[in-house]
């Protein structure tokens, strides 16, 4: 099993910068370092959209409208993602998820080129973007 929490989230200017993590609690049966993890976004109105990835071995991808602004990256150790936002836009704003890839049982899901299969995800943490 994979439990996970997201924090960081909070209001921040346009152009402003935020870091998210996710912390993740996991059983004996799940070797964190060995799956991807992704990073999804849900705005009002708006499917839930994708926006980065990262895989067991640190390669990352991401949605187009985040490329160059959005950083993913993790720590094995302490088994905590991070998505590092710069240059926050408006519509950036919304309800920020982790999510964790099992190896099954879960929903495919391609980001950036790259697909996983996401069965755990977090609460969540709102982020808000003020003008």
């Known amino acids: 099993q994979v439990q996970l929490v997201e924090s960081g989230g909070g209001s921040a200017q346009a152009g402003g910068s935020l870091r998210l993590s996710c912390v993740a609690s996991v059983s004996e049966y799940y070797t964190y370092s060995r799956h991807c993890m992704g990073w999804f976004l849900q705005s009002p109105g708006k499917e839930r959209e994708g926006v980065a990835v990262?895989?067991?071995?640190?390669?990352?991808n991401y949605a187009d409208s985040v490329k160059g602004r959005f950083t993913i990256s993790r720590d094995n150790a302490k088994r905590i993602l991070y998505l590092q936002i710069n240059n926050l836009h408006p519509e950036d704003a919304g309800m920020y998820y982790c999510?964790?890839?099992?190896?099954?049982?879960?929903?495919?899901?391609?980001?950036?080129?790259?697909?996983?299969?996401?069965?755990?995800w977090g609460q969540g943490t709102q982020v808000t973007v003020s003008s």
């Open positions: 999510a964790a890839d099992r190896g099954y049982g879960g929903e495919y899901i391609t980001i950036g080129g790259r697909r996983c299969q996401y069965s755990n």
């Open positions: 990262i895989d067991s071995d640190g390669s990352a």
